[in-house]
């Protein structure tokens, strides 16, 4: 049977086997922390590293286009986290992007072809660096599922995705913050393709409420290596 004749997998498949192994363009990120102790190379001072000029105004603003323009569709949110270490220390100065689907569930991207319309209005990326405490915060909405074709058109959970980089790793890094509650979580391949279910439980961000703005708030913190590591995985 050639390969394009081959029927899609449906989702039910990975149970029980390496899941993310088995989808397109997802795997967990290989192990960083060696099972050995080595020999530690000298360092030598690193810096200037990110310049507050990669940052503009409104960077940490995803629902506008512009400072003070129209807000996007879609039920406001605010993420704030911190970035930290394997001993629980900030991190400081690392420099956190992030970006999203509308609330329909589209991407601001020409390889997204579904029939969902756009949203003038969502920036749908942006970046900040962490403060010295490791802090992050960002404005947004919240993201709509949407379907993975390819799978049987199999729906992903809401989700934004996170890049991380700072001094010290030598390539970025790549993970996913889920939204708690939502029951496509428990079926999506991608998230459960993270056996460990105390590690897939840091995937998923904790709900802080509403602010003074009507703004639902989310925790997520990134915890960059150590038993705590958060679970990341390569870029595609």
Known sequence: MSS???PIPHPSVFVDKKRLELIKGYRVHEKRTPAKP???TPSQTLGPFFSL???REGDDDLAARAVGGPRAEGLPIYVTG???D???KPVRKALVEVWQANCRGKYEHPDDVTPQPTDPNLKAFGRMLTKDDGSFRFRSIKPGAYPNP???NWMRPPHIHFS????????RLITQMYFPGEPLNDIDPILNGVEDLEARALLVAKELGRNEQGETGYEFNIVLRGKAETPFMLDH
């Open 82 to 84: 911190r970035v930290l």
């Open 150 to 152: 390819g799978y049987d």
């Open 53 to 55: 000029g990669l940052i």
């Open 164 to 171: 991380i980089l700072c001094a010290g790793v030598m390539q």
């Open 38 to 40: 080595l020999p530690v």
């Open 86 to 88: 394997e001993d629980g």
């Open 4 to 6: 394009e004749t081959k």
